[in-house]
Structures are given as structure tokens and as C-alpha cells.
């Protein structure tokens, strides 16, 4: 099990840029798949963005593809999610997730372990 903790998020107005973190302990970080997903008021989570262990494939989901890249540092345990141009309705907690066992993915059933949340508001 890994412990994923995600400080940053905050309030940015529409047209701005927002990084965010996910700081991981426990386990050996680069065994893990990682992904983002996000969940808005009265939503569904959904994802937003994955990375496989050595960070060289990526996905994304098309309501951000273009303005959202997905990272990973393996020698600091630290996976970032990086957000240009963002957008009202890119409001939602984003949580950031890890699993042992499968590639990255956008289905949020293949992820262990997950982050409390951090809370990303745009104003327009």
C-alpha cells in the first residue's frame, strides 16, 4: 500500500494555469501506475489523466487533452498534473490514484490506493 497525499489545488481564474502534486510513501513508487481523476458537485468521479511506472505513456481524457499534462519524478516519489487555460468547469476535488497490479487507466476500479482530494476552484 502507498500513502498518496495531494497539497496544492486552490482558486484560479478562468484562463489560468494550476499545478498540482501527489506526494507518495510506503511502497516503491516507480512500481506504481498512477492516474487523476476529479469529482464535481453532484458528479460522477471521472478521470482526467494517467502515467505508467517509468512515465513514458500517458493518457488523457478529451475534456482536458491539450491543456493538462501528467507527470512523475520517480527519484522525488512526487507525480504532478500540470493545468493551462483552465476552465469553470474544471472545478472539482482531484484526486490523484495508484496501482500496483495494472497499467495506468482511465477506469478508477484499477487503482488501490487514493489521495484525500485537494479541492481546484476557476472563476469565471
Known amino acids: 500500500q502507498v500513502h498518496l497525499v495531494e497539497p496544492g489545488g486552490g482558486l484560479v481564474q478562468a484562463g489560468g494555469s494550476l499545478r498540482l502534486s501527489c506526494a507518495a510513501s510506503g511502497r516503491t513508487f516507480s512500481s506504481y501506475a498512477l492516474g487523476w481523476f476529479r469529482q464535481a458537485p453532484g458528479k460522477e468521479r471521472e478521470f482526467v489523466a494517467s502515467?505508467?511506472?517509468?512515465?513514458?505513456?500517458?493518457g488523457y481524457a478529451d475534456s482536458v487533452k491539450g491543456r493538462v499534462t501528467i507527470s512523475r519524478d520517480n527519484a522525488k516519489n512526487t507525480m504532478y498534473l500540470q493545468m493551462n487555460s483552465l476552465k469553470p468547469e474544471d472545478t472539482a476535488v482531484y484526486y490523484c490514484a495508484a496501482s500496483e497490479t495494472y497499467t495506468h487507466s482511465a477506469y478508477s476500479r484499477y487503482y488501490d490506493d487514493w489521495g484525500q482530494g485537494t479541492q481546484v476552484t476557476v472563476s469565471s
Open positions: 502515467i505508467s511506472r517509468s512515465g513514458g505513456s500517458t
